[in-house]
């Protein structure tokens, strides 16, 4: 199967930056879209921001301009560049990708174990 692990979170004052990195390993054939997560206490998981096989990306409002999202396919990576942080982004924040594998074309979803990002006032 496939497996996520993702590292980069921590202890950010705000104004501060953070990067996430996202590693995939397993019996991969392909990866179409990766992307980042987060969930606060009390709230829903929500996309972050997200990045195909072809270099598009998509964001949340909340983290435009402040977040970039990249990617090395050769190394099934994806990182979250996380800069002029806000208690606001204090949350868990999980990787995702969509993958196949050389057995099943088919796409399905996997998910990292999540690391926190907390951001003090």
């Known amino acids: 199967q496939v497996q996520l692990v993702e590292s980069g979170g921590g202890l950010v004052q705000a104004g501060g930056s953070l990067r996430l990195s996202c590693v995939a390993s397993?019996?991969?054939?392909?990866?179409?879209?990766m992307g980042w997560y987060r969930q606060a206490p009390g709230k829903q998981r929500e996309l972050v921001a997200s990045i195909t096989d072809g270099g598009s990306t998509n964001y949340a409002d909340s983290v435009k301009g402040r977040f970039t999202i990249s990617r090395d396919n050769a190394k099934n990576t994806n990182y979250l560049q996380m800069n002029s942080l806000k208690p606001d982004d204090t949350a868990v924040y999980y990787c995702?990708?969509?993958?196949?594998?050389?057995?099943?074309?088919?796409?399905?979803?996997?998910w990292g174990q999540g690391t926190q990002v907390t951001v003090s006032s």
């Open positions: 995702n990708a969509n993958a196949n594998t050389p057995w099943n074309r088919n796409y399905y979803s996997y």
């Open positions: 397993g019996s991969i054939f392909s990866i179409n879209v």
